[in-house]
């Protein structure tokens, strides 16, 4: 049977043979030296290579769901991309909420989404964000309005949103954010593993704990870092998976009722898109892997270089590298997802996520080929990234200085102030 994501392998081997991706870092200086670490906001797209990536794969044939905010689809930076958004939503007791709107309340679903498939269109005479995946398809569901505030008051919609997102064929579905456990919205993630879907959930910006959805099983919980690699107290859990880039990200700002600025963000939303979007483009150009193998892939390479799997509580399995994921055909490791865990108060439960309800537990390590999630022993080569990085800013400390003042007066012109809090809500 002919799939999407057979057609865009089709496209991606057509292409594949322009560039041979190979070792090169995840996360460095980008080409030509750059006065500010940050690259105008940009430096998660230059510092790990997109331009090359994107030689062999874009994303396309991929969708992938972002649950969260309402959203400004008419942002610039959004014209031309492949974004669909849900109709008005009506609420149980009648109350009908607008999945779009131009209101600040969009900023984070719009910055979700930009940083997935943004066009790098100029806002305010500057270049604008730019898409991981620019390529594949986003759909967006509005399931709160940030602050811990639902949608539709006491009946969050992030089951029937999941269930939406699988049944209109999302392949990976994004969660930036923390919420509220139900079990409804448990058995809601189980039927999208069963239905071959990957689903993505950002750890907490704080180092409290994780909160749900990162608490669930089999999901994927992201950190972010910075570009040096540093993580403002992170969060230190058996359940983080990896650590992606996530601080200074460049977003469209909103100010005195206009998009028309940019300001630059920071937070595990962010770092949670972008593995989303990196997800995607390895998918698209694997598309014969499985979901449970997509997730393999992207445990066992992280960093630079092959390693032994090794991860720790602080670093998970390590930093995300596309180019790195790029080298290993997914379908090469076991079709079993190796953040499944079983065990009283595990939700969703596992027989439940398998279908084989009292038919036995999760397979062992030496079965999924992975370490079990109590802390082991990382991989020094999965650190390699952010490493590089930060030998980098050791030699431009004298131009990041003149950078800070020079950054500080464009947000000035600009708009919101930097550094505004993507997570959670």
């Known amino acids: 049977m002919v799939t999407r994501r057979s057609q865009a392998r089709a496209r991606a081997l057509a292409v594949g043979a322009v560039l041979g991706i190979g070792s090169v870092l995840a996360l460095g200086a980008s080409a030509g030296g750059v006065t500010d670490l940050t690259d105008g ?22 969708t992938i769901a972002v649950l969260d905010t309402p959203i400004n689809p008419d942002l610039a930076t959004l014209q031309g991309a492949a974004l669909q958004t849900e109709p008005d939503i009506t609420c149980p007791d009648g109350t009908v909420v607008a999945s779009t709107t131009t209101e600040d309340i969009a900023k984070h679903a719009s910055g979700m989404v930009e940083i997935i498939i943004g066009n790098g269109a100029d806002i305010g005479g500057r270049p604008g964000p730019r898409g991981i995946a620019p390529d594949a398809t986003v759909l967006h569901f509005a399931v709160n309005n940030g602050a811990d505030t639902v949608i539709c008051e006491r009946s969050p919609r992030d089951a029937e ?26 058995s809601a993630i189980a039927e999208a593993y069963r239905a071959g879907v990957v689903v993505v959930t950002a750890a907490p910006n704080y180092g409290t704990g994780m909160n749900w959805p990162a608490l669930a099983n089999g999901v994927i919980t992201v950190e972010e870092a910075d570009a040096s690699q540093n993580m403002d107290d992170p969060v230190v859990d058996p359940l983080l998976t ?33 593995t989303s979007a990196a997800l995607a483009l390895v998918w698209s150009a694997y598309p014969d892997a499985t979901a449970n193998q997509l997730i393999q892939t992207l445990i ?39 953040l499944l865990r079983d065990g009283e ?9 398998t279908g084989d309800a009292g038919q036995g537990s999760q397979p062992s390590a030496d079965a999924t080929g992975t370490a079990p999630v109590d802390e082991v022993s990382p991989s020094p080569v999965a650190l390699l ?17 003149v950078a800070s ?3 500080n007066r464009r947000q000035q012109a600009n708009g919101p102030p930097p550094n505004q809090h993507h997570q959670g809500m």
């Not at 230059?46 to 874009?58: F, G, K, L, N």
């Not at 992280?302 to 080298?327: A, C, I, K, Q």
Request: proline fraction near 5%; charge should be negative.
């Open 41 to 62: 906001g940009l430096w998660y797209y230059t510092s790990t290579h997109m331009d090359e990536v994107h030689q062999r794969t874009t994303g396309e044939g991929i």
């Open 405 to 407: 003042t020079r950054k």
């Open 345 to 353: 108060d595990v939700w969703p439960p596992l027989a439940e996520v």
């Open 161 to 186: 949103a999941i269930r939406a997102a699988v049944a209109e064929g999302a392949d990976i579905i994004n969660m930036s954010y923390s919420g509220t456990f139900s079990e409804d919205m448990a």
């Open 300 to 338: 066992r390479n992280t960093g630079t270089s092959d390693h032994e799997l090794g991860r720790d509580n602080r670093l998970g399995y390590g930093f995300v590298s596309v180019p790195h994921m790029l080298e290993h055909d997914p379908a090469e490791y076991p079709d079993v997802n190796p």
């Open 385 to 401: 990234p952010f490493i590089a990085a930060g030998l980098a800013v050791i030699g431009t400390v004298v131009a990041v200085i």
């Open 242 to 274: 990896v650590v992606a880039p996530g601080s200074d990200f460049l977003s469209t700002g909103f100010a005195d009722g206009a998009w028309d600025g940019t300001t630059l963000t920071y937070g595990t939303s962010n770092a949670t898109a972008f």
